[in-house]
């Protein structure tokens, strides 16, 4: 299972420089999760520098993956990892979805650089 972070999702969405590097796990839509938060933070990426109407088929696209709620077990554990590697609290429930659900975070935030299981690909 892969879980790609907002990072990931806009520079696919935009073409950026590493879409190409994202493209494979985008491909790859039934081994991946998608946190509600990484929804939220794609809704309203797109919804401020698009539209509402692009937003919400954004969401649309991620809803092709298994959509994972925040949970009790999951906000614990973010906690907990937030402590851990100081965090933000949004970067810790990706993070933590991820850890919670064994799936790898792909991203190109580098507050997950050298985390464990985090697929990391350096911006510019």
Known sequence: MNLIDTCGGI???TN???SDDY???F???DSMITP???QFELYKWVSRNSSTEAALKTVALTEQSRVIPLTTSIALLAADLSMEHQLSFA???IYASARFHQATLI???NHFQGLSDVVYFKKG
């Open 11 to 13: 520079e696919w969405l």
């Open 16 to 18: 950026g420089v590493l």
């Open 23 to 25: 493209a494979p796990y």
């Open 27 to 29: 491909d790859a839509v």
């Open 36 to 38: 509600t938060s990484v």
């Open 91 to 93: 970067d810790a429930i």
């Open 107 to 109: 991203t190109s935030d």
